[in-house]
């Protein structure tokens, strides 16, 4: 949002999106698409497995943690390119 501002900034810029009003908007409906996609995950809940606390914390962390730092990054700037060739920030 500061980019404007203060031009050196933008070498945080490091996703490449285009402008601070399509970065925003692409978070927030990244976000929205996010909590409507995972309500039927909570619901549902986790199937229990019997395993080891050592193997369920590296496999949890496999899959969402790694999910949970890839996916939005992926997903917000998928939504950025789609946001800006459709014109809409």
Do not use: Q
């Amino acid at each position: 949002m500061f980019a404007g501002t203060f031009p050196v900034l933008n070498a945080l810029n490091i996703m490449h999106l285009r402008t601070p009003a399509s970065a925003i908007l692409s978070a927030v409906i990244f976000n929205a698409i996010i909590i409507i996609a995972l309500i039927p995950l909570a619901l549902r809940g986790v199937k229990y497995r019997p395993m080891g606390a050592a193997a369920l914390l590296r496999r949890n962390l496999w899959v969402y943690g790694a999910g949970g730092i890839v996916v939005p990054f992926i997903g917000i700037k998928l939504i950025d390119m789609v946001i800006t060739r459709v014109g809409l920030a």
